[in-house]
């Protein structure tokens, strides 16, 4: 079974840090680009960042991440993993990751439309 799968969500204060992982099974891991996506109450699914396939020497940050935020990914265990620090209250929402099967090996896309295996999301909450 093709799967993403989420972990690492939960609540924490404004200023701090989390990670969250996700782990891949089913497909070409390794071959897959990886994004990071968001949705918060209310509003539209927005990407967070990307890392390309096969051990992800490009990445992409959307321009609110501001140098906060960092993926990384082990393809020998089919994981990828967001480490969010310096958090704030708009950074509360649900988190999902994303494979692009179709990617080029040096790239990656912040464009949701790209990715077609989804993850089920963890939700993170930012308190003040």
């Known amino acids: 079974e093709v799967q993403l799968v989420e972990t690492g969500g939960g609540l924490v204060q404004a200023g701090g840090s989390l990670r969250l992982s996700c782990a891949a099974s089913?497909?070409?891991?390794?071959?897959?680009?990886i994004g990071w996506f968001r949705q918060a109450p209310g509003k539209e699914r927005e990407a967070v960042l990307c890392?390309?396939?096969?051990?992800?020497?490009?990445?992409a940050y959307a321009d609110f991440v501001k140098g906060r935020f960092t993926i990384s990914r082990d393809d020998a265990k089919n994981t990828v993993s967001l480490q969010m620090n310096s958090l704030t209250l708009e950074d509360t929402a649900v988190y999902y990751c994303?494979?692009?099967?179709?990617?080029?090996?040096?790239?990656?896309?912040?464009?949701?439309?790209?990715?077609?295996?989804w993850g089920q999301g963890t939700q993170v909450t930012v308190s003040s």
């Open positions: 890392i390309s396939s096969r051990g992800g020497r490009i990445t």
């Open positions: 994303a494979a692009d099967r179709a990617a080029f090996y040096t790239s990656c896309t912040l464009g949701r439309s790209s990715y077609d295996v």
């Open positions: 089913g497909f070409a891991f390794a071959d897959s680009a």
